[in-house]
């Protein structure tokens, strides 16, 4: 189809193992988000690139966390010496341009499990 | 500290009834809201939304209300048909800002 598409859909891992989640945008949106959903939360903003470059980082917790789009269509959301609490559904959106009056698109997430 | 709270978890109703969906938020600088549906193993999708120059803003059977004084939104369905059923999620922006706050979702089931 021609929606978002995040892959592996799921991913168990061991503390302290390193991680890579891929999101593949709509082909020609510029903009790309990741969000990270904890159990009963809501989605909490991540990171936001607008084309190749990070334009607002913010929202990743600590440096164990980092995102690259190097090519301004896919991206990877690195995740190093992972812990349990970063066990979360992983979202990626992406819109046809910046800002936020551009409609979000989302893909079905990536299920992260740390035993 | 969350800036944008949704209180009821879970919400029934019956179908045909209306739904009202209730959204709080605490930050002033806030100027433009999104409702979005997720059913289960998918991503959210974008339902309606609002801009803070607007009190309501109707698309079909969805209407969002905005109460700036009071810092809170709903929206309603009506009639309330069993597709609905889905977890709603509110979310804000400021206009200087690159990102959406989102609430924790109301769960939402339309008895037949």
């Known amino acids: 189809g021609a929606g978002v598409s995040q892959t592996p859909s799921n991913k168990v891992t061991e503390k302290g193992k390193y991680v890579e989640l891929r999101c593949d945008p709509i082909s020609g949106h510029t903009a790309l988000y990741w969000y990270r959903q904890s159990l009963g939360q809501g989605p909490e903003f991540l990171i936001y690139?607008?084309?190749?470059?990070?334009?607002?980082d913010s929202g990743l917790p600590n440096d164990r966390f980092f995102a690259v789009r190097p090519e301004g269509s896919v991206s990877t959301l690195k995740i190093q010496r992972t812990e349990r609490g970063d066990s979360a559904v992983y979202l990626c959106?992406?819109?046809?341009?910046?800002?936020?009056?551009?409609?979000?698109?989302f893909g079905p997430g990536t299920r992260l499990t740390v035993l | 500290d969350q800036q944008v709270k949704q209180n009821s978890p879970s919400l029934s109703v019956q179908e045909g009834r209306i739904s009202i969906l209730n959204c709080d938020y605490t930050n002033s600088m806030f100027d433009y809201f999104l409702w979005y549906k997720k059913y289960p193993a998918e991503g959210p999708t974008f339902l309606i939304s609002i801009s803070s120059i607007k009190d309501k803003n109707e698309d079909g059977r969805f209407t969002v209300f905005l109460n700036k004084s009071a810092k809170h939104l709903s929206l309603h369905i009506v009639p309330s048909q069993p597709g609905d059923s889905a977890v709603y999620f509110c979310a804000a922006s400021a206009n200087t800002g690159n990102q959406f706050y989102f609430g924790t979702g109301t769960s939402l089931t339309v008895i037949p």
């Open positions: 959106a992406s819109s046809l341009g910046a800002g936020l009056y551009n409609e979000q698109f």
């Open positions: 690139f607008q084309g190749t470059g990070a334009a607002d």
